[in-house]
Structure formats: structure tokens, C-alpha cells
């Protein structure tokens, strides 16, 4: 993402500084680099739902493992009273 990010805005300054673009040229390269830039938009949004999945899911892991954790301790103590 942060390479298309990047390469947007190298696209863009070299537009800006040439000046000698027309303005259909210049409409062209901009709305090739929105393009490029609502891209990385859309890849950083999934990106950003397979984190909140992950961590979720991570969560859910460390709850299971916690909840054995303690049927385990239960366990150990009720056969050190015997």
C-alpha cells in the first residue's frame, strides 16, 4: 500500500513541476492517481478487517486456553486433597 501511495504522489509532483501538460494530459494523470490512490484506500480497509478478524480470533484462542487452563488447575488441586 504505501508503494502505489508513493508512486501517486511521484506521479503527481512530476505532473505539477512539468506545467507543460495539457489539460485533458493533465485530467488523465489525475485521475490515474485517484485511481492508484482509492486502490490503496480499498487494500488498507481489508487490510484493517483482517486485522480486527485475527485479533478476534486471537482472542477467542486466549479465552479457550485460559478456560482449560483453569479445568486443569481445578483438576490438579482436587487430586492433591485425595
Not at 485533458?24 to 478487517?49: G, P
Amino acid at each position: 500500500m504505501s508503494n502505489k501511495v508513493r508512486w501517486a504522489a511521484i506521479v503527481l509532483l512530476a505532473i505539477v513541476t512539468t506545467g507543460c501538460a495539457s489539460t485533458s494530459e493533465l485530467r488523465d494523470e489525475l485521475s490515474a492517481v485517484r485511481s492508484i490512490a482509492e486502490q490503496a484506500l480499498a487494500e488498507s480497509q481489508r487490510a484493517s478487517e483482517q486485522a480486527a478478524m485475527a485479533e478476534a480470533k486471537a482472542n477467542e484462542a486466549n479465552n479457550c486456553c485460559m478456560q482449560n487452563s483453569e479445568k486443569i488447575d481445578r483438576a490438579f488441586e482436587r487430586s492433591m486433597m485425595k
